[in-house]
């Protein structure tokens, strides 16, 4: 996982349109077929931005063993999505249009290699839509009385365990920790930390110069750290402490100091600007803590592992949706007067706070504008998978309706 990208002050659960759904009520994918003509907007989209997103993505289907499924293993839906095999000549097909496909093209390839589904949580078809972006902050490979708020690397004596290893009811769990008397013990948590508990261990990859602007950092999970003299270094996730993730927007909103109509990243970053002398006490209640490395070449990288692209990226909850599938998405741009987003996007990443079946977190970009627009956005919104024409969908040992809606 590559960016742990959330909504800071919303609940993960909550559904635009419907009640609050606690962590405990358990989700279930409905697939629905429909035609492209039903899809808002789909002949308006600039879908050669989609496919050269989408071929990223196939550079790491591409590598997979044509029998191992698309879903991941913590997924219960894995049979829905075929196997590569089923996936890689839609991506042989991608590959031979070549560099500088016309827009005629591009919508012809996603047409004629793919069905639409319309994707809804046992019919509940709108669900929340949050962004994040790439931090820039400033910062120095030498420590300084500027420069003094270390980013950590992956430290050496973090162990993290499959727990699915040790017993089948528990796969796709994780437990984090390190070694002590031949124990494992937790790890230690932000506050600990923040107070040396990593000190003197040459784990500092680069320091900066705002707690405030490392702890987002830590939220986003990559960035670029701009170093004296002009030039940037990005980095990216590497490990995590595993503490579980708090978000302290929901803090705030539980504290009455926000509400949860206008909690948002800049809000957030106004009270802690507004109250310095809490502002630790605050970030400490996230316990969990992101280690970082350096990236070279393309990036953010996503958890797919490939380079994230600005607009044309989206993290998905991996227990329902597979990344590298386009997805047809239909929501609100948080900024001027809400026009809608309705574009072709690629699920190329995943968060720690998205969590659910029609929940999505845009990658918007570095930059003023792409801090603005994530920071902002919680709107409402639909999605709708595109499916390689051989994958006859099966959820839950049951065919989806495919009858396709004119």
Known sequence: MAALAVFLGACAQFTPGGPPASESQEEALTLQRVSFAALPGWAADEHAKALATFLKSCSRINRRPATAPLASKLSKYRQTYGNAGDWQPACKAAAALGGQVSPVNARRFFENWFRVYAVSNQGQAEGLFTGYFEPLLRGSRQKSARY??????????????DLGKFKRDLAGQQITGRLARNRLEPYADRAEI?????????????????????????????????????????????????????????????????????????????????????????????????????????????????????????????????????????????????????RLVIAQDTGGAIKGVVRGDLFWGAGPRAREGAGRMKEPGRVFILLPVNIAPVVSGVRPNTRTLL
Do not use: C
């Open 148 to 161: 003094k708020y270390p980013l950590y690397k992956k430290p050496g004596d973090l162990i993290t365990v």
């Open 194 to 342: 923040d107070r040396g508990a990593l000190h003197n261990r040459g784990l500092e990859l680069v320091w900066v110069d705002d707690p405030v602007d490392s702890f987002f950092l830590h939220i986003q999970g990559s960035g670029q750290v701009v170093l004296p003299g002009g030039k940037s270094m990005r980095v990216g996730y590497a490990g995590k402490n595993g503490h579980p993730y708090y978000a302290i927007g929901r803090e705030l909103v539980n504290s009455g100091a926000l509400t949860k109509e206008n909690v948002s990243l800049q809000t957030i970053r106004a009270w802690l600007a507004a109250n310095p002398g809490q502002a630790d006490a605050l970030m400490q209640k996230n316990r969990s803590y992101v280690f970082f490395r350096e990236l070279k070449g393309d990036g953010p990288i996503g958890a797919q592992g490939v380079g994230l692209t600005p607009g044309r990226s989206l993290a998905v909850d991996r227990r329902y949706i597979p990344l590298g599938a386009p997805i047809w998405l239909d929501t609100r741009n948080p900024l001027g007067s809400h026009q809608p987003i309705r």
